[in-house]
């Protein structure tokens, strides 16, 4: 059967985590490292289009609505055709990746990602877009229990992590919404996207799993973008 391609790269870094953890090399790891590992499995993937390859830091023309001065937005991967005359955009693959622990892996910066993705996915719908966030697992499991993937209440109206499809449909009554989506929301709708109601993902890890004995001490896991509603976010409101 074919593996998916959110648990292909979910589980080829949690397995390049504990092999590096076992060759006593883990004080190395960082984001850097993990967006190294993350390239080096994205260039494993066939290529659809001739000429397509991996490239970093993409300035995916999805993410740079509006002509702005400075560095452009750029996407983390993308397995893409690219060159002189080549729109950039229509990648095969795109991903978002965070290493937890990390100064830049907060919620607020997470849930830009899936954004940034959402935005990509309702532009190119035949585009792949993913998430991966892989580190320790005391600092995985810190995040995945909290926002913005798990809210408080009795329904958890988060991005969810159970391996099942989940709908967040952005919600500004939701107080754990207003208080670690809204200044992201302000800031994209400012810089010209038009921010989604809602978008569909589904996740795919964690790995690898955790022993009885907690002996596992490093992870990955993945989300796939899979829809984004037409429906656009009255942005004002927030």
């Given amino acids: 059967m074919k593996m998916h391609i959110a648990r292909r ?19 190395l790891f960082s984001e850097s490292s993990l967006k190294a590992a993350v390239g080096q499995v994205l260039s494993s993937f066939p290529i659809q289009v001739k000429g397509e390859r991996v490239h970093a830091d993409f300035p995916h023309e999805l993410l740079n609505p509006s002509a702005q001065p400075g560095r452009k937005r750029e996407l983390d991967f993308a397995l893409v055709l690219t060159g002189k005359g080549i729109p950039k955009r229509n990648a095969q ?30 532009g190119d719908p035949n585009t792949v877009c993913i998430f991966v966030l ?9 995040l995945l229990t909290g926002m913005p993937f798990t809210t408080s209440g009795k329904t958890n109206a988060g991005i969810g992590s159970s ?34 109601e809602s978008f569909v993902c589904q996740s795919h ?16 896991i993945a989300w796939e973008v899979k829809s984004v509603s037409a429906a656009n976010l009255n942005n004002t409101a927030w």
């Fill in 9 to 27: 790269i979910s589980e080829a870094i949690g397995s390049w985590l504990h092999m590096e953890f076992c060759c006593y090399r883990a004080g």
């Fill in 93 to 122: 693959i795109a991903v978002e990746a965070k290493w937890a622990g990390s100064s830049h892996c907060t919620p607020s910066n997470i849930f830009q990602d899936f954004l940034r993705l959402s935005e990509i996915k309702r």
């Fill in 134 to 142: 892989a580190g320790s697992h005391r600092q995985i499991l810190k």
């Fill in 163 to 196: 391996g099942n499809e989940k709908k967040l449909k952005l919600n500004r009554s939701n107080m754990d919404h207003q208080n670690f989506f809204s200044e992201t929301i302000k800031s994209l709708s400012s810089a010209g996207f038009t921010v989604p």
């Fill in 205 to 220: 890890g964690l790995h690898p799993l955790q022993t009885p004995g907690g002996t596992v001490d490093f992870q990955a």
